[in-house]
């Protein structure tokens, strides 16, 4: 016997929805539990106010932070297409126009360009909403036009990841961006000028073995996964459960691959600075 | 005709043929019937059908192909295609990665540096090598034999064939993804020409860290591809099941990549696979990467270089 009866019989409220909180008033953080008004949270560049914790945010609030106004968008004529015909339990055409409206975005990366505490930065920055922000031929092709256009204006370059890695939907296509975004730095890097790569939660696969780990200075947010191959997949490789804190930036700090671990209240400064520091 | 030993599913009524083919020789030892004929019959026969099976491969049989566990690797070339080979070891920072080989050899006059994925030819050997996937040393031996071809002029050949990069504990401490990724940096520009040969699995990281090249060829029954059917299967359709779809799918034979612009050629491989002719696929390969060296040693190095970038740069399609 139950303690007490259900008064109301089939209940049916999917998971789903059951998650949705009225976009825009309260947000509890995944770590502590901790609620917060969005207000709080943008005072607090999306970082929870008890714990710290870094809020996952798209590409425009990465632009707000950064920025000291709104930057000019560049490349947004670039969209996607389905050249293998994928399908896997979705067409991958169909998933492209869901997704595309779903988040209002052409593809899992977005190029602005402004000032940073007066210095001109161009800002590459990933998209996990759309498509895990996996790496196909608009991520690569614009962040080789960004390339581009840095080498032209002689502006520094900042890429932000935020990726599952590789989309697999494009197959080679996606992998060939590996060869492609490191090939375009190199020219970057002849051409004498600065690369700083931000990881932030998550950073994986092929994203990692290509851009995000080749900066001239290599920042990661706190506490953001960023790795290879991912944990699950290392998990059943290896049978065994894997260390605490394994593949989190401050690992990465102390196993040599970053430069430095930024809070998301100090990005903008501790980007001004080095913009500085490279311009001698 | 063949000596592989081992049948892959689809070649069962070869398969079915060869034990026939036994049985009857077993008849003809016992010297009372006249079997030269019905040998002929049968030889005949799996020839047809072995013609009849390789001229319709599906992507997931080529994938199964170019995993057999006679097909010659990276060693195997390099000794029948040149007279003398050095062997180099270790990325001078922490160990010897048995995963990848590489180092001097002459093909003809030309010295060469030879750099491959290795796998092993029985089990303990397959351990050794790791199943060919490398850990981050790997890939830095790679890079440090690159850069001292580079200092002393000598083109770059590498032969890739590998399921991926480690996925371990280890190679994520020593950097798997910052080696793989330098190794592109660095092979985009290295100023002697790099030709690059799928030579069995093109999977993902693992072998664009040592495939950025000049020219970039795939052996006929090899693929390439951004993850294995196997994994793809996994992460799009929640099973382990539909690895035969994903192979489709992804498209990732040679002919596929060749069509897509990705890669610059293919390479015949002897019917049934290149295990079934090692010998002769050897000799098909050092003519190919003779006259590819060839051609490329032509080029400035500047030349070279943009040729090679403006390459890579007009990989991808978008609306």
Redesign the interface.
């Known amino acids: 016997m139950g303690w007490f009866k259900r008064l109301r019989e089939g209940i049916q409220t999917t998971t789903e929805e059951k998650k949705e909180v009225p976009d825009g008033l309260w947000h509890k953080c995944i770590e502590c539990s901790h609620t917060s008004t969005t207000k709080e949270l943008i005072e607090n560049f999306w970082c929870c106010s008890q714990c710290n914790h870094h809020f996952r945010i798209d590409s425009n609030t990465y632009f707000d932070i950064i920025f000291d106004k709104k930057p000019k968008l560049l490349f947004e004529h ?4 389905d ?2 015909g ?4 979705k067409p991958y055409k169909q998933r492209l126009l869901d997704t595309q409206k779903k988040t209002g975005l052409k593809d899992a990366l977005s190029v602005g360009i402004g000032k940073v505490n007066d210095n001109t930065l161009i800002v590459a920055c990933m998209d996990f909403k759309f498509i895990g922000g996996s790496m ?3 991520v ?2 614009k962040i ?1 036009l960004a390339i581009d256009l840095a080498i032209k204006k002689k502006y520094p370059l900042l890429i932000i990841s935020k990726t599952g890695g ?3 939907m ?11 975004t ?6 970057l ?2 051409a004498g000028l600065p690369y700083f790569s931000l990881m932030t939660d998550p950073t994986t ?2 994203v ?7 900066g001239d200075v290599n920042l990661a947010e706190p506490k953001a996964l960023i ?3 991912g944990p699950r ?2 998990k059943e ?2 049978k065994r459960d ?2 605490e804190g ?2 989190t930036s401050e ?1 990465l700090l102390e ?3 970053l430069d430095v671990i930024v809070k998301r209240k100090d990005l903008k400064d501790t980007l001004s600075n080095l913009i500085l520091f490279f311009k001698n | 005709m063949s000596n592989a030993q081992v049948f892959l599913e689809f070649e069962k009524p070869i398969e079915v043929l060869f034990e026939q083919l036994d049985k009857i020789k077993e008849v003809g030892k016992e010297g009372e019937i006249d079997i030269s004929k019905s040998i002929i019959d049968i030889e005949d026969k799996i020839h047809k059908k072995r013609l009849e099976i390789y001229k319709n491969l599906t992507g997931w049989q080529r994938v199964q192909i170019s995993r057999h566990p006679e097909r010659p690797y990276t060693l195997y070339y390099v000794s029948k295609m040149c007279r003398q080979f050095q062997e180099l070891h270790g990325d001078r920072y922490f160990k010897d990665d048995k995963a990848i080989v590489g180092g001097l050899a002459k093909l003809d006059d030309q010295t060469v540096m030879f750099i491959g994925h290795q796998k092993g030819t029985n089990t303990k050997m397959r351990q050794y090598r790791n199943f060919g996937m490398p850990n981050p040393e790997g890939y830095r031996k790679a890079l440090r034999l690159m850069k001292l071809a580079e200092k002393f002029n000598i083109p770059v050949v590498t032969l890739i064939d590998t399921p991926g990069a480690y996925p371990g504990i280890e190679a994520e401490e020593r950097g798997q993804a910052e080696a793989i990724a330098r190794n592109l940096l660095e092979m985009a520009q290295l100023k002697v020409p790099i030709l690059c040969y799928i030579i069995g699995e093109g999977a993902s990281g693992g072998a664009i860290g040592i495939g950025l090249g000049d020219r970039v060829f795939m052996l006929e029954n090899t693929w390439y591809s951004v993850i294995s059917p196997e994994s793809c299967s996994s992460i799009l359709w929640h099973s382990w099941d539909y690895k035969e779809q994903a192979a489709e799918a992804l498209k990732l034979t040679a002919d596929h990549m060749y069509k897509f612009g990705l890669i610059d050629g293919v390479v015949p491989e002897p019917l049934g696979g290149a295990h079934h002719n090692p010998e002769e696929t050897a000799k098909t390969l050092k003519a190919h990467i003779k006259k590819n060296l060839a051609e490329l040693m032509k080029l400035s190095v500047d030349k070279r270089i943009k040729i090679r970038i403006d390459k890579y740069s007009a990989m991808g399609k978008t609306k």
Do not use: H, N, W, Y
């Open positions: 670039l969209e996607p297409i050249m293998l994928f399908v896997d339990l196909g031929s608009v690569g092709e080789a590789a989309r697999m494009e197959s080679a296509f996606s992998l060939m961006q590996m060869a492609k490191s090939a375009k730095l190199s020219q890097g002849k696969g092929g990692t073995a290509s851009f995000a780990m080749l790795g290879f191959a997949v290392i490789t290896i894997l260390p394994f593949q690992f196993a040599g691959f």
